[in-house]
């Protein structure tokens, strides 16, 4: 008798989270991966034999195969995320905060160095602690910034500013500038959501400029990529590359595994899937990725019209932000339209870290944003908390 009951209890457990959860986004996103699959299976072969030596000659699905294992293990950390209550959500946001928050400290100590940065703890597995720490960040900020709304004279906006630069602090040291830009530029847009006066956004944005200056003056890396960007370069030119791969297949591609430009592409399972994507696949299907995000922002802020609690708009939109900056980041490197940033498409590229905390996210994303359909809800106001934008 007890096995059956649990049964039907596990199968009214599914059906109400189906009821719940927005099938229209978890659909958005499972599209998103499928097409990412396709697109590293197509980028597989420029990089493995890239990545080959005389003595070690890599598979030219190498990748691909790789891929799908993590695609596996990130599709069950989606659906373990999406499963939680919205509570035990952000209370697991918050603790994947705090430890990946001492991540970044041990990683300059402790780190293992690719290319020049050191952003990996080796712990039996490479772990890149800012990865996990993008969506963490967000939940974190807006847990933070919803304080304001129970009690207005607490110090929201010092304390969310000083948790961003201190992220912001320990990605330089890495370094990672285009990471920092990310956090930085999710935390502007959480800051605006909550109702922060335009001034002090305006003083921490000051403050931005001058540390890209700073970083401009003594990162020799980003200096000679920002350069290249406004002025051409021969030993930094693969974002010059990157565009004139893209535009090369037309509208419909030359077919998958016909691409000839890719061979020369770096990273291009990686930081340049998008051009492997307009050579094989053709610009429609660039098109379509770009609809796929542009989809995905615009269903996450449409439900979020309706939803009354702050804590939940802020970390909803927190987390489409990161999503959907990443993506456009990528994507202007891409078109030769920003200095390359060493940043990967979300749900799109290749990657171990990168793939299992985009899904971590995105199933966070889900699980916050669960709502029965059948309880009406009152929109919060921002003009419901008073005076925070004094």
């Not at 890495?174 to 959480?190: K, N, R």
């Not at 379509?288 to 979020?304: D, E, M, N, P, Q």
């Not at 990967?344 to 899904?359: E, H, K, Q």
Request: glycine share 10%; with cysteine; aromatic share 10%.
């Amino acid at each position: 008798m007890g096995l059956p009951r649990q049964r039907r209890n596990r199968r009214s457990e599914f059906a109400m989270w189906w009821r719940e959860i927005d099938r229209v986004l978890l659909g958005l996103i499972l599209l998103l991966m499928a097409l990412g699959t396709l697109a590293v299976a197509a980028a597989s072969p420029a990089s493995a034999q890239r990545l080959s030596t005389a003595r070690i000659r890599l598979d030219d699905l190498h990748f691909f195969y790789i891929h799908l294992r993590w695609q596996f293990v990130g599709l069950m950390v989606l659906a373990f995320a999406a499963a939680l209550p919205k509570d035990m959500a952000r209370r697991f946001g918050i603790l994947l905060g705090a430890a990946m928050l001492v991540g970044l400290f041990l990683v300059p100590v402790f780190g293992s160095t690719v290319n020049g940065a050191k952003r990996w703890l080796n712990l039996g597995m490479s772990l890149q602690p800012s990865e996990f720490l993008k969506p963490a960040f967000a939940i974190c900020l807006a847990w933070i910034l919803s304080w304001r709304a129970r009690d207005p004279k607490l110090p929201v906006v010092a304390l969310s500013t000083a948790v961003m630069l201190l992220v912001v602090c320990l990605l330089m040291l890495q370094p990672d500038l285009g990471s920092a830009i990310l956090f930085a530029g999710v935390w502007f847009v959480l800051a605006l959501l909550a109702g922060i006066s335009v001034q002090r956004i305006g003083v921490v944005f000051a403050g931005g400029i001058g540390a890209v200056t700073l970083a401009y003056l003594f990162y020799e890396n980003g200096r000679n990529r920002i350069d290249a960007f406004l002025g051409g370069g021969t030993a930094y030119d693969q974002v010059d590359l990157a565009s004139r791969t893209l535009l090369s297949g037309g509208w419909t591609g030359t077919g998958i595994w016909l691409g000839k430009r890719k061979m020369a592409l770096p990273e291009a399972h990686t930081d340049y899937i998008f051009s492997v994507i307009g050579e094989e696949f053709g610009l429609i299907m660039c098109l379509v990725i770009v609809a796929l995000y542009v989809a995905i922002v615009l269903r996450v802020l449409l439900r979020l019209l309706k939803e009354e609690d702050l804590f939940t708009t802020l970390a909803a939109a927190g987390l489409t932000a990161q999503l959907g900056g990443q993506a456009f980041i990528n994507i202007l490197v891409n078109l030769q339209l920003f200095p390359s940033k060493g940043m990967t498409l979300p749900l799109i590229s290749y990657g171990g870290s990168s793939t299992i905390a985009l899904c971590l996210g995105v199933g966070l994303l889900l699980a916050i944003t669960r709502r029965n359909p059948f309880i009406e809800r009152e929109a919060f106001k921002i003009g419901d908390m008073g005076g925070m934008r004094r």
